[in-house]
């Protein structure tokens, strides 16, 4: 088994005995994270190809991607971002396999370092298909963190289409999934959401 044979939400909450709350906005308040003129100019003209296009490796590339990288830069390379990596935490509980994104509050750019902070998957439709493997692969993270003594709460993830991204919080065995899609748009937003939540202020 790895993170994608869960392939929805109860699967995950059952399997690790989660309890979960549905009603709850996790970001009611943010303060806006203004984009670089790089991203911007990114978005103006990919937006439409990678909407024409469609693909998750599309949306990935030409949307997700620059997102992410922007967070990074923002917070001055305090943080690490990885892409399309191996995660094998457990595989004999279905703890193993590819991550889209994994964010780090480790600086090293080059391997996983505790404490992991956020996953991303990536989806190029119904966000809730992307839910059950996105809380196992934080489930994933919150064990890698403890055993590197490194332990962190609440662990972030997000499933997005690039357009419309979803939030979920894992605090202990209590997973809340945001009550909204947050857009791509206004940009300043989602940039405020996701470096709120890389500087640990949630």
């Known amino acids: 088994m790895s ?26 308040s943010v303060t806006p994270a203004p984009p670089g003129e790089l991203l911007v100019a990114t978005l103006d003209e990919y937006l439409p ?22 967070v990074r830069r923002q917070l001055h390379a305090q943080i690490s971002l990885f892409s399309g990596v191996d995660f094998n935490v457990d595989p004999k509980q279905g703890l193993n396999g590819y991550c889209d994104y994994l964010l780090s509050r480790s600086r090293d750019p ?5 404490p992991v902070f956020a996953l991303v998957e990536a989806k190029n439709e119904k966000l809730v ?3 059950g493997q996105c809380v196992a692969e934080m489930i994933a993270a919150q064990l890698f963190n403890q055993r590197a003594n490194k ?4 662990i972030y993830g997000a499933v997005t289409t690039g357009e419309l991204w979803r939030f979920v919080k894992l605090e202990g065995t209590e997973l809340t999934v945001d009550r909204d899609n947050e857009n ?15 500087q640990g202020a949630t």
């Open 49 to 70: 190809l990678a909407l024409a296009i469609g693909t998750e490796k599309a949306r990935s590339e030409l949307l997700i991607m620059p997102v992410l990288a922007e």
């Open 184 to 198: 791509l748009n206004p940009l300043e937003r989602l940039l405020g959401i996701l470096t709120t939540i890389a």
């Open 129 to 131: 298909t992307g839910l």
């Open 3 to 28: 993170y994608s044979k869960f392939t929805t939400l109860t699967e995950v909450l059952d399997k690790f005995g989660l309890s979960v709350v549905y009603d709850q906005e996790l970001f009611p």
């Open 151 to 154: 332990p962190l709460s609440p």
């Open 110 to 114: 080059f391997t996983i370092q505790a």
